[in-house]
Every structure is written in structure tokens, then in C-alpha cells.
């Protein structure tokens, strides 16, 4: 009887390891759209896709990292709407956190098969990408109807997905980073007015400091939190000029501009702003901080009044007496005090995409479903006629300082190699801790560059 | 020519070359499923390590841009990794000297017939059953700087200390992720040590006290002796252990700040996944590899005297 039993159980097993081995590739039967109370979307984003009659059954790979609920029930139901409108395509969502979604997309790259759509920052790694051939070209698709797509967009954000001329993806959002602030602490420590110059700032910093507050918040553990400050002073001090040169090679990463943000960024540690531990500490301990009021102010994206408020205790963060303002000017620098470092997020379209898996994108950067967005407020709106409904008088601001920048400057570690990004981090970090001088950072800097940029 | 004795067996299986060819076969059918895998998952990979590890290859596409021992040259003049290196050698060192001993002295306490030892044994060996990713997160809590956040710093304040940023300072960052690791593992070595202990007959050290030794020379002249391949399996897994350690420095800091924890898996991860320079990563993969190989055989070698009690 026992033996019987062993003899089976074993057959299964040989089965069903077989059975795993062949089915690597298979996928998922197709739901059925389950969309029933979802209004078909006018038939002006359907275009060449969509043809007549019982079109074969297609289905698009969606990945992406919209984790929180709300924004993840807004994918879908525009997946759901799609979907009704189009009963041959099947859009197949895989949600996937922020790192584990890095992870596996860099497995499946290596492996050569992309996803249809999927979650990207543009720049530097999806350059990579690009440069493999492991994306879809879509250039001639945003041109398409005498560039119809194309209008849609703010150019800098859809810049941010182009390489070398063409473009890979589009994007959803795209912010920037500049100093969110405690308006109490200022006013206790005697400041009536934002800095807007890198003098008044070190001069808010002292007078914050004498009045026992902890002036800045930074999670320098992580890296990049500190790394955006020595960006932004590169930018203010170099501007346009002085990163294309560095990044086409005809200037070079140790000219004076990333010399001198070094030296700056000395002075600023050399006062001591910091919480105790930031070395070690990470964006979410910063976050932390500026959400229970402890710290007055930290430098960071559009998205930092989320996690302040995620990080808080009482879940509020500080509530009206957050305040925004942007990258003081740098006194002596050529760049323009206007001139935005940020990025934002898009989706790249992986090589195997079908037309249907184009048209969808094109569904999902409508005005409205800009808009839905915007609603809940995770993306500041790059396509036309999505900033209506912005309400939150903060984002407001910030998304009237992108709109007025004169040069956009992608997140270096994003905009750069993957390798050159994490030189980046670390040498910044290395002048943080005085373990490097500023010449010493660019130096490592540009020796990856030159590795890297050939 | 066989004695009548043998023919009982003839009857059943065969005799001679025939017959050890046929238990050979059933040896290596046997074995077979385990050397497909075992060439597949590991012989197989370490292969392509060591081919990409002779290239600057991004991880995209085929490995084009041949490099020869460059990228194994390049490591060894990276000062980083011979903080990695030295690091490693600083957590071996520790584990041995601090952890085990404390992981001795607790299973000789919980495997004396103690009231309350079983909970004891329980409450010691449950760092080793969480994950290491929570363990990690945990002593990020404990560890925090503000002593308002961080339970450490909150001790250390209440007795009149200075707080300390245990992981934001470059010279008590390693001690504090020993610390982590120490916790994390010392359970499952006590573990180890009491299975030996349980396996020491009680006659033996009853003959030595008889003889008139007292605990303490028991335990040199008994215990230790007859404990000696447990500590040494115990010393090869925290020595590998400890050259493999990631998860729990990644996770707490990173390798930073500026390096100052970097181990050489952290090494290896930032430039494999971080800075996509797989060759690179390869090839500090290959360093890794030998390290474990050499020192595996060495020990092997060194410990091979057999074991008091099984004679093995």
C-alpha cells in the first residue's frame, strides 16, 4: 500500500518538475476585462491599432512600481476602461515594489526579454537598455499625424526619454527637487523669509543652530539625498554649459564648477547642520525627521510631503506649516537661479511591444488620465491640460518653477551611467564625511567618466 | 572455484566484473539527478563567472570587450576592497574569539539541568529563525542615533552617557554590525555545541571528577577534547559565513558610510548590480570563490585528526 503510495508521489514529482521546466514561458491564461461599469473613452486616442472585426487576441505586459492603492486603482481602471474598449487586447499589470522591480527587470533584461511597458526614469540606465536594443523605438509614433503625440508633452520631460535622437519612452510626471521647510522652526529660529541665496542659507543655518534646531535633515546613508545638494550646486555654479561639456567630453568632470560645489558643500558640513547620525542615516530617518518637526528644513523631490507624512507619527507630517521654496542662487555662478534639477517617472516600451502595446501608452498619458492622477496627487502633470484640478497650493508652486526652468537637469544619477551614478553617490558622500576632498571626489569622478563615456 | 557458500547469492545477483559494473550503475543512476543539478547550478555558473570576469561587460548582450586579468588586477589595487578585505578578516577574527566562546559558555549554561532552561535554550535560539532582512531592520531601530528613536541611545542617556550614531560614525560602525551579527547567530552555534555536549558521555567526566578534577579541569581536559568536531565544524561555518556576509550590512548601511563596513559580498553586489560592471563583479566573485576554496582546504587539512569519540 505504502509502496504504491511512494510510487505515485514520486511520478508526481517527476511530472511536475517536467512540467515547470516546459512552462517557463507560458503565460497566464487572459482574464477576461473585467471592466462592466467602465465608459468607453473616446475614439480620439484609438487610432491605428484598433481595426475592425475580431482582431486576433493581444496581450500587453504592463510592470509597474505604483505601489499605494490609490495609484495602483487608477492603473487598473484605466487598464479596465482599455480593455472594454478594445475586447482583443488583454493588458496584463504586474505590480512590483521599487527595488524588487530593479531587480527582476534587471534579470529579464539580461535574459533579453523586456516587458511591453514598464516603469523608468529615463536617462542613463535606460540609455543602457537602449544601447542593447532591448527597447522599441517610438519616435515615429509620437510623430505620427504631424506630431500629435509629441505636442502633448512638455519637451524637457519627454527629453528625458530620448537617446541620441530618438525616443524610448514617455513620461507621467516629472518634478524637482528644491527645500521643503518647517515655516515654525524658521520663525522661531528669527527668519521671516526663505534664502535665496547660498549666503542667506548659511546664514539660516547659523541662526537655526543658535536657536537649538536642527537646521537640515539628510539621509546620507542612502546617498543620494546628499548627492542632489552637490548637483544643484554644480548646476547653479556651471549650469548647462559646464554638464553637457563634462558629459560630451569636451570638458571634463574636474573643471572648476565640481571643484568648487565641493569646497561650498565643505562650508555647509563645516557648520555642522546636520541631525546627529546622518552619515548613517537613511531618506526614511530623514523623512522621519521633517515629518515630526524635528529638522527645518531637507532638500528633496516633489514627492517629500507624502513621506513626510508617511514617516510621521500622527501620519500628518506638519501639515500647513510645510513650505517650499527653491535651490537658492549660488552667488558668482553662470547658471541660471531658475534652472531645475529633478526627474520624474515615465514608462519605456520594451522591444518585443505590439502596436496595440504603443496605443495603450498613448491611453495612458491622456489629459484625463493625467488628471486622475493629479487628483490624487502622486505625479505632477507633463502633458498639457493635465495640471487641471491641481489643488494642493504647495505642488502649485512647484510645478510653475519646472514650467519656468530654462535648462532641466535630470537627476545626475539617473542622467549618467549606472556606474558613473554610484561614483557619484559615493564620492559625494566621501565629502560629506571628510574623508575626500572636493578635487579628490572629482577626480573619481572623472575617472569613471572616462571609463564610462567613451 | 567459489565456495557453495557464495552460490546462496548467485542465485540472486551476479558475481564479479558484471556484477559490480551492475552496482555501479545503480550508484551513478542514483547520483545522476544530483550531478545534473549540482553541474547545472553550480559548476556551470562558476564557469561563466570566470569567462566574464576576463571582460568589461554590462550585463547586456554577449561580452565583447576582452580584458584579459585586467579586471582581477584592478581589484587588488582598489583600496576599497582591501578595506573589504580587512574588514572580512576583522568579523572572522571576532566570530571567532567573541562569538563562539559566548556561544559555548550559553550551551554549557542551558544544557546543565537548570529550572527554566528550556526557555532559555528557546529565547537564545530565536534571532537565528527570523530572517536576516527583519534582524537587519530591527537593529536599524535599536541603533537609531536619536535617542528618542533608538533604544540603545535611550540606555545609554538614561545612565548619563553620550548617545552615539552608531552606524554614521566610520569607527564603531563594523562593531556595531557585529554586534547585529552576533545576535543573529550565536543561537544557532549554541545549538551546535549543546547537540556536542549531549553527545559526551556523562561517564566520562563523572571518572574525571572521581579521579578528583574539579569543574574547571573537566572542562579543559574533558569537555573541550571531546566537544573538537563540533568547534570545527562551528569555526568553518562562521569563518565562510563571514566572508559571505551581505544581507545584513546591505541592509543596515550599505557597506558606508564611505566604506567603512564594506564586506566583500557588499563589494562584489555594488559593482555587479549596482554599477552594472558585471566582469568586474566576476571577478571579485572569483576572489571570493578562492578565498573559500583555499581556506577550505587548508582547514580540512589541518583539522583532519579524528574525532575522540566516533574515531572518524
Redesign the interface.
Known amino acids: 500500500m505504502s509502496r504504491k503510495i511512494y510510487t505515485i508521489l514520486s511520478l508526481l514529482l517527476v511530472a511536475a518538475f517536467a512540467l515547470s521546466a516546459c512552462g517557463g514561458g507560458a503565460t497566464q491564461a487572459p482574464a477576461e476585462p473585467a471592466a462592466t461599469d467602465a465608459p468607453a473613452q473616446p475614439a480620439a486616442t484609438d487610432a491605428p491599432a484598433a481595426t475592425d472585426a475580431p482582431a486576433e487576441k493581444v496581450t500587453v505586459t504592463w510592470w509597474h512600481i505604483s505601489t499605494a492603492e490609490e495609484h495602483k486603482a487608477v492603473w487598473q481602471k484605466l487598464a479596465d476602461e482599455y480593455m472594454a474598449a478594445h475586447p482583443n487586447v488583454n493588458v496584463e499589470i504586474t505590480v512590483l515594489e521599487n527595488e524588487a522591480f530593479k531587480?527582476k527587470l534587471?534579470t529579464v533584461?539580461?535574459s533579453?526579454e523586456p516587458p511591453d511597458i514598464f516603469q523608468s526614469w529615463g536617462g542613463g540606465v535606460m540609455n543602457?537598455?537602449a544601447?542593447?536594443?532591448?527597447l522599441k523605438d517610438i519616435t515615429a509614433d509620437l510623430d505620427a499625424d504631424g506630431g500629435a503625440w509629441r505636442d502633448t508633452f512638455a519637451p524637457g520631460a519627454l527629453g528625458v526619454y530620448a537617446y541620441k535622437g530618438q525616443s524610448y519612452g514617455v513620461p507621467w510626471d516629472m518634478g524637482m527637487i528644491g527645500f521643503w521647510y518647517n515655516k515654525e522652526l524658521f520663525a522661531q529660529a528669527g527668519i521671516d523669509a526663505p534664502p535665496t541665496t547660498w549666503t542667506e542659507l548659511l546664514d539660516d543655518v547659523k541662526a537655526l543652530k543658535a536657536a537649538g534646531i536642527t537646521p537640515i535633515a539628510l539621509g546620507?546613508?542612502?546617498?543620494w539625498p546628499g548627492m542632489h545638494m552637490w548637483a544643484y550646486l554644480v548646476t547653479r555654479l556651471g549650469g548647462q554649459a559646464n554638464f553637457e561639456g563634462a558629459l560630451l567630453r569636451t570638458g571634463s568632470f574636474t573643471d572648476e564648477p565640481f571643484v568648487k560645489a565641493g569646497v561650498m558643500l565643505q562650508e555647509l558640513v563645516a557648520l555642522e547642520p546636520f541631525?546627529?547620525?546622518?552619515?548613517?542615516?537613511?531618506y526614511g530617518?530623514e523623512a522621519?525627521?521633517m515629518g515630526n518637526g524635528?529638522a527645518a528644513m531637507e532638500l528633496m523631490g516633489q514627492w517629500a510631503p507624502a513621506v513626510q507624512k508617511d514617516n510621521s507619527e500622527d501620519k500628518l507630517g506638519i501639515g500647513d506649516n510645510l513650505g517650499w521654496f527653491p535651490f537658492p542662487m549660488v552667488e558668482g555662478g553662470v547658471g541660471d537661479p531658475g534652472d531645475a534639477v529633478g526627474g520624474g517617472n515615465g514608462f519605456a516600451i520594451g522591444k518585443n511591444a505590439s502596436p496595440e502595446a504603443i496605443d495603450f501608452v498613448k491611453f495612458l498619458t491622456t489629459a484625463e488620465a493625467q488628471q486622475a492622477l493629479v487628483a490624487i496627487n502622486v505625479a505632477i502633470p507633463v502633458v498639457k491640460g493635465g495640471e487641471v484640478g491641481m489643488s494642493d497650493p504647495l505642488m502649485i508652486t512647484l510645478q510653475q518653477s519646472l514650467a519656468n526652468a530654462k535648462y532641466f537637469q535630470l537627476y545626475y544619477d539617473q542622467a549618467l551611467?549606472?556606474?558613473m551614478g554610484?561614483?557619484i553617490n559615493?564620492s559625494v558622500?566621501?565629502v560629506f564625511?571628510g574623508?575626500?576632498t572636493p578635487e579628490q571626489a572629482a577626480q573619481a569622478i572623472e575617472d569613471s567618466a572616462a571609463q564610462e563615456l567613451k | 572455484m567459489f565456495p557453495p557458500i557464495s552460490n546462496i547469492f548467485k542465485l540472486t545477483r551476479g558475481t564479479g566484473a558484471p556484477r559490480r559494473f551492475q552496482d555501479n550503475l545503480v550508484i551513478f543512476l542514483f547520483l545522476l539527478p544530483a550531478i545534473v543539478l549540482f553541474l547545472l547550478f553550480v559548476v556551470y555558473p562558476i564557469l561563466q563567472s570566470i569567462y566574464y570576469s576576463l571582460f568589461n561587460w554590462k550585463g547586456f548582450g554577449p561580452a565583447v570587450d576582452f580584458v584579459g586579468l585586467e579586471n582581477f588586477k584592478n581589484i587588488l589595487t582598489d583600496k576599497v576592497f582591501m578595506i573589504a578585505l580587512r574588514n572580512g578578516f576583522l568579523i572572522i577574527a571576532l566570530s571567532l574569539f567573541v562569538q563562539l566562546p559566548l556561544s559555548l559558555a550559553l550551551a554549557i549554561l542551558v544544557g546543565r539541568d537548570l529550572p527554566g532552561r528550556v526557555i532559555f535554550r528557546t529565547i537564545f535560539f530565536l534571532p537565528y529563525v527570523l530572517s536576516e532582512v527583519i534582524a537587519a531592520l530591527m537593529w536599524l531601530f535599536i541603533l537609531n542615533p536619536d535617542p528618542e528613536r533608538g533604544f540603545i541611545n535611550a540606555v545609554i542617556e538614561l545612565l548619563g552617557g553620550d548617545s552615539q550614531a552608531w552606524l554614521g560614525n566610520t569607527d564603531l560602525v563594523l562593531l556595531a554590525i557585529f554586534a547585529a551579527l552576533t545576535w543573529k547567530y550565536f543561537g544557532y552555534h549554541m545549538l551546535l555545541f549543546m547537540t556536542g555536549l549531549q553527545n559526551i558521555p556523562t561517564e566520562v567526566e563523572e571518572a574525571g571528577r572521581i579521579d578528583g578534577a574539579n569543574s574547571f579541569q573537566n572542562f579543559i581536559y574533558i569537555t573541550l577534547p571531546l566537544l573538537g568536531s563540533t568547534i570545527r565544524t562551528s569555526v568553518y561555518l562562521s569563518v565562510l559565513g563571514s566572508i559571505q556576509q551581505f544581507i545584513l550590512v546591505w541592509i543596515m548601511t550599505r557597506g558606508g558610510p564611505v566604506n567603512a563596513s564594506e564586506t566583500m559580498a557588499t563589494y562584489m553586489y555594488r559593482f555587479g548590480f549596482v554599477r552594472f560592471q558585471l566582469g568586474y563583479g566576476s571577478a571579485v566573485a572569483i576572489y571570493m570563490f578562492l578565498l573559500c576554496l583555499i581556506f577550505s582546504l587548508i582547514y580540512q587539512r589541518m583539522t583532519r585528526q579524528p574525532d575522540y569519540l566516533t574515531g572518524l
Open positions: 531587480t534587471t533584461m539580461q533579453g543602457e537598455y544601447n542593447a536594443g532591448l546620507e546613508g542612502d546617498k541631525q546627529d547620525g546622518f552619515l548613517g542615516a537613511t530617518d522621519t525627521a524635528k551611467p549606472p556606474a554610484s561614483v559615493d558622500q566621501g564625511a574623508t575626500l
